[in-house]
């Protein structure tokens, strides 16, 4: 096995170790079609193919990542090394002995990364880069544990998390529930239980794929039953990678791009006379926030009609929260506040979304932009829109039809769990 099928006993490794979301780099050159035997004609095994889609390949069979390995073996501090192995997403590397350049090797060094196991002359190293979770104020039998994701990588991603609490009572369970939020995404939770072990240890693990940016990370765990279980945090680590193969989807990317153009077509929010830009308000409460007020002339159709707004600002990226207040008056009923909690992202932007139905004619409407704590983050407004279509009769038939027909088509993304 070791000496003509080495790659599939890697391969099952892999599987059972490290789960559906393991990425794995196969970054020596230098390993041919058969094990012991020299390379003819510059023609390699493809030793990804085993792996279904979750390796990459530096040789021949993925022309781009060949030329940026090659060129990164010329940087010996393994700095391009290392920038490449975040570009793949990759938590695991495949090298063969004797193949590996100093560049590579100074790259696995800075990576922290750990031989995990060996098998003939194949080895495999796991790369080093999780977060420890900060403990949170909570109440008393309960551990709350938040990620710092402002520095983890932008777009699609890979997450793998861990957390394991010191338990009092062997054989009983331990409740998890883990919180993931992401830019433009619906808040996911998911709820498990953790036995607590004979060791006195309960552990829990979380692979998901999240489609955006992640903005919020958590994980909480109390007793699952009313007793004390005397709840004490051992460790906890969170791993976030690029998800490296659904940015190169060419084939998603096509069906999304005409899914999101047919969706547009028919979503009736899309259109450049139902949306109006708001005016910003000349004297804010505050110098660090933002006010903006909507046109309110012009009545809604009556008697319903469905209201969607879009608040975008630039903003100091931090991982204090943004809270971001809608405020509606209509004729004859008192006014309403809808409250958000939303965070810069990376990129220097932070987004609000607003929808809700008005059955009378609007006299106010306004959102308010204010960091919480009072923290200075620098909101400046980029653009700020909001607009009614009607909700009843033919009318309003046909927007509800238009927007559910919307929906069907290109759905919202949302995180999804990898594994059993």
């Not at 659904?246 to 005409?258: N, V, Y």
């Not at 059955?359 to 704590?373: D, G, I, Q, W, Y």
Request: glycine letters at 8%; a positive charge.
């Amino acid at each position: 096995m070791s000496r003509y099928a080495p790659i599939d006993h890697m391969v099952k490794v892999v599987d059972h170790r490290f789960g559906p979301n393991a990425r794995v780099l196969i970054a020596s050159s230098g390993i041919p079609d058969m094990p012991g035997h020299p390379v003819k004609f510059g023609w390699y095994a493809p030793y990804g193919a085993g792996f279904a889609g979750r390796a990459y390949v530096v040789n021949w069979y993925d022309h781009r990542l060949q030329l940026k390995a090659m060129q990164a073996d010329v940087d010996r501090s393994g700095k391009a090394w290392g920038r490449l192995i975040r570009e793949t997403g990759a938590n695991l590397l495949l090298l063969q002995t004797g193949h590996v350049s100093t560049a590579l090797g100074s790259a696995l060094r800075a990576a922290r990364c750990t031989l995990v196991f060996e098998f003939g002359d194949l080895q495999l190293w796991q790369i080093g880069h999780a977060i420890a979770g900060t403990l949170r104020p909570s109440e008393p039998g309960t551990i709350r544990l938040a990620f710092d994701v402002s520095e983890v990588p932008q777009g699609a991603v890979l997450a793998n998390a861990k957390v394991a609490v010191g338990c009092g009572l062997r054989g009983e369970p331990v409740l998890v529930s883990w919180v993931v939020e992401g830019r433009g995404l619906k808040p996911w939770r998911y709820w498990e239980w953790a036995n607590c072990t004979s060791v006195g240890i309960a552990t829990a693990t979380l692979d998901v794929a999240i489609p955006r940016s992640v903005t919020r990370f958590d994980v909480s765990t109390r007793p699952a039953k009313a007793v004390n279980m005397d709840l004490r945090l051992v460790s906890s680590s969170l791993s976030v990678r690029r998800d490296f193969g659904r940015q190169r989807d060419l084939a998603r990317r096509m069906r999304h791009d005409l899914a999101s153009a047919v969706a547009s077509w028919l979503d009736p929010w899309s259109r450049k006379s139902v949306m109006h830009d708001g005016i910003p308000v000349s004297r804010p409460a505050s110098a660090t926030g933002i006010i903006v007020s909507f046109h309110s002339s012009a009545e809604p159709p009556l008697p319903a009609a469905r209201m969607h707004a879009i608040l975008a600002m630039t903003c100091r990226q931090s991982p204090n929260p943004i809270v971001v207040s809608w405020n509606l008056t209509t004729e004859g009923q008192a006014s309403q506040a809808t409250y958000q909690h939303i965070v810069c992202d990376r990129r220097g932007l932070a987004y609000a979304v607003f929808d809700g139905t008005v059955t009378h004619r609007l006299t106010s409407f306004k959102v308010v932009a204010l960091p919480a704590n009072n923290v200075d983050m620098r909101l400046r407004l980029v653009s700020a829109k909001a607009g009614f279509v009607r909700d009843t009769r033919m009318a309003g038939v046909v927007n509800r039809m238009r927007l559910e027909l919307a929906r069907g088509i290109d759905p919202a993304p949302e995180v999804i769990r990898v594994g059993p």
